[in-house]
């Protein structure tokens, strides 16, 4: 279990019974599950179970997918609460991947100007990353482009939702996995490279030491730097070139997939910039794991579409590099350079 600043966090195999004590210490008038069908199918009878509340529980599903992600599932949202008379001390709890956690907190965040929020994230990317930090949003006319940030009172990781998962979530999940090791820590790398036969295998022991560490790791960055003015943007790392690929791809290529793409493209960029000297050991990695490493994309056309990322400075385009595994900077550098680099 993690007290962190913002969010009590517990981890583990099975402790999804937690949830109803975790509900009881905040006390809310009313409780709201948001889902959406698939993981309703799944999971919803034992999360109600677990829940054990005859009265003032609902549950609320959606669509399943990033199309959903949007103003009128909001809205939809919204209108249920008010009807159901729900209000600024009721909780709302993201049953879900992403896709559930990002809307259902943008909900909670602004719905009366605030109400309880808590995550049970069921995707391996979930529960590594966007079921933490507290990043809320919804796509307009463009991916993420209105939120807010809205940090959860718990989160319950329980990675037996991962026991239904497809393998392309999975593996989706995996590639922010390996970005942790790059950015912060070696050991963790290491410990992935010994491990790929039991990560491919969804090994228990396994599974739970990774996504402990991950969360362990994204929680200290965001506790040092909850707004991305600094330190949070190394989260970034793959995620410029990511960025473009999703977008160049009409979203066809999943964020995971991209990103590992993204990771090769900053990694050999920083072959210059950095001196980094260890491209072929993450390539090996990536692609043990099964996750792609490159990209028949026109580069001119990634690179270019770089500069309309959120974070770029000026033009210029902004990108997390690696020195060594385990250590990565945050550098601005001239696209003209960037697409000389990756035409090596
Ligand atoms: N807030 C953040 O910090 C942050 C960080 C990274 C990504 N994101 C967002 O996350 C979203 C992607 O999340 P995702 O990859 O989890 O996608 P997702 O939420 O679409 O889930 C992927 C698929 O798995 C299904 N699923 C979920 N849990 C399941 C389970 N236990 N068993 C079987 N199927 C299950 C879903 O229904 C869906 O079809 C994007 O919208 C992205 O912008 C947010």
Request: glycine share 10%; hydrophobic share 40%.
């Amino acid at each position: 279990m993690i007290k962190g600043k913002f969010s009590k966090i517990t981890i583990g195999r099975g402790i999804l019974d937690q949830i109803s004590s975790e509900i009881r210490s905040i006390g809310p008038s009313k409780v709201c599950i948001i889902t959406n069908r698939i993981v309703s199918k799944n999971w919803l009878d034992k999360v109600l179970e677990a829940i054990h509340l005859n009265n003032g529980l609902e549950t609320i599903e959606i669509g399943d997918g990033e199309r959903y992600k949007n103003i009128t599932t909001a809205t939809y949202i919204w209108r249920r609460l008010l009807e159901k008379k729900f209000t600024r001390k009721s909780l709302l709890i993201a049953l879900g991947g992403g896709v559930v956690g990002d809307l259902a907190g943008f909900v909670a965040s602004t719905f009366m100007r605030g109400i309880y929020f808590s995550q049970v994230p069921t995707t391996l990317l979930a529960q590594v990353d966007s079921g933490i930090g507290g990043k809320t949003g919804i796509n307009f006319k463009g991916k993420n482009t209105i939120g807010t940030f809205y940090q959860p009172k718990f989160i319950l990781v329980d990675t037996q939702f991962l026991d239904t998962l497809p393998n392309l979530e999975y593996l989706n999940g995996l590639a922010e996995v390996v970005k942790y090791g790059v950015i912060r820590d070696v050991e963790f790398f290491k410990f992935l490279e010994n491990n790929v036969g039991e990560i491919k295998a969804k090994d228990q022991l396994v599974l739970q030491k990774i996504v402990k560490r991950c969360v362990e790791m994204k929680v200290s960055v965001v506790e040092a730097d909850e707004r991305e003015t600094g330190l949070r943007m190394i989260l970034n790392f793959g995620h410029t070139f990511g960025h473009s690929i999703e977008k160049l791809t009409n979203y066809r290529l999943r964020h995971g997939f991209a990103v590992s793409i993204g990771m090769m493209m900053a990694s050999k960029v920083a072959t210059e910039i950095t001196g980094f000297h260890q491209l072929d050991r993450l390539e090996s990695l990536l692609k043990n794991l099964g996750l792609p490493t490159s990209t028949k994309l026109d580069l001119e056309s990634v690179v270019k579409e770089t500069s309309k990322d959120k974070k770029a400075w000026y033009g210029k385009t902004v990108l997390v590099l690696p020195e060594r595994i385990g250590k990565v900077t945050i550098n601005e550098v001239e696209q003209k350079d960037i697409l000389r680099i990756l035409r090596k």
